[in-house]
């Protein structure tokens, strides 16, 4: 048996692969490499001396799921892809709309003609309605501000409707905090195209050379030093999160909505002092205005997925700045 992973060359989908594949799974992989790159395939395989099929396609197309899902006897399915830029999604809502609904309704329906009933979606903390207090709950309101958030809650709710219609479906929606570092090992790490959106990805790119300086954006919000605070967790972290869950599914039927945090806020400040002060590195910024959309705080309760995986984040903000500049330093540019 394996497990279906699509979009599986993106970054936390390849950490999510080496974890799997060191337990023993086996894995199978769609992606088109729309943003991605094969390189970090080959990389996995280099990293665990394991095989990995990966079949170049559109999550899209229900008849290569299906497909996939025969050739390769799949048990469950861990879909990451979709397009993940929130600015974009706000300039091309149709293309987010059309793409992350379409792969999630096309899965869903591979996976019922091929009897496959265990699923782990790929959610986002950006679900939940951006004036309610933190720490986030899963059972506290939802309620998005922009195209890439909303197709998020939209495929929490297109699963949520499968799973009642059919009682043999097990889902996993995991609402992932703010993922950074890399692999300890530096072949595998996160590799955006253009200029980053992201905070760690520019910090990387700024202090590797590739970019100025960077901009932080605000220094007047209700927070401990004014920046934003956000809830970091280590994507090494967030692959185990991910295995937990395919174990979860394994054994529970219906559907459950599950923080991946750590429950600790560091703000932009904390995470640009930290990151100097592990790599002793310097890493030059001016502070600037807010960027739309943008809250004052925002961090996990993790205690659900403790309590219903056994999992607790384990890595400290020293090692997501460690290891995140030790894959940039040996990537200057990424898998290209
Ligand atoms: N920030 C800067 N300068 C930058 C980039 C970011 O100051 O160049 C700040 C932001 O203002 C924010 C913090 O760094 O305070 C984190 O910003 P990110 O863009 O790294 O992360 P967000 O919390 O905005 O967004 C992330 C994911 C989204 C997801 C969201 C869920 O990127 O996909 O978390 O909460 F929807």
């Keep these: 048996m394996s497990i279906l992973v699509t979009g599986g060359a993106g970054y936390i989908a390849s950490h999510t692969l080496v974890n799997l594949l060191e337990k023993g799974e086996s894995a199978v992989v769609i992606d088109n490499y729309d943003n991605s790159s094969p390189e970090a395939l080959r990389r996995v395989k280099q990293l665990t001396g394991k095989e ?28 990451f892809a979709g397009h993940k830029a929130v600015g974009e999604s706000v300039q091309k809502p149709l293309k987010y709309y059309r793409n992350n609904l379409d792969s999630t309704i096309s899965l869903l329906s591979a996976m019922k003609r091929c009897g496959v009933t265990q699923l782990i979606f790929s959610s986002s903390a ?8 933190v720490p986030f709950r899963e059972d506290m309101r939802l309620g998005c501000i922009n195209p890439y958030g909303w197709t ?8 949520r409707d499968a799973a009642k219609a059919d009682p043999d479906l097990s889902c996993v929606l995991l609402r992932y905090f703010n993922p950074v570092g890399a692999h300890p090992s530096g072949m595998i790490g996160e590799d955006p195209s253009g200029i980053p959106n992201n905070l760690m990805p520019y910090i990387c790119q700024t202090a590797v050379g590739l970019r100025d300086h960077l901009t932080i954006f605000g220094n007047d919000y209700n927070t401990h030093d004014g920046t934003g605070v956000r809830d970091y967790l280590h994507v090494c972290d967030l692959a185990e999160g991910h295995a937990c869950a395919v174990r979860y599914a394994r054994s529970h039927k219906g559907v459950e909505a599950i923080n991946l945090g750590t429950g600790v806020g560091y703000s932009v ?3 640009v002092n930290a990151f100097q002060k592990v790599n002793n590195i310097p890493v030059k910024y001016v502070i600037g205005p807010r960027r739309p959309g943008d ?4 961090y996990a309760d993790p205690s659900k997925a403790e309590r219903l995986l056994g999992w607790k984040a384990t890595r400290t903000l020293e090692d997501m700045c460690r290891d995140g500049w030790n ?6 540019k990424g898998y290209r």
């Design 52 to 79: 990995i099929k990966a079949y170049e396609g559109d999550a899209c197309d229900e008849e290569l799921l299906v497909r996939i899902m025969h050739e390769n006897a799949v048990e469950s399915v861990i879909h």
């Design 269 to 271: 400040l904390d995470m």
């Design 295 to 298: 809250l004052d705080a925002s």
């Design 327 to 332: 894959w940039q330093s040996k990537n200057p």
């Design 126 to 133: 950006t679900v939940y309605y951006p004036e309610d207090e």
């Design 152 to 159: 998020k809650f939209m495929n929490e709710q297109i699963i």
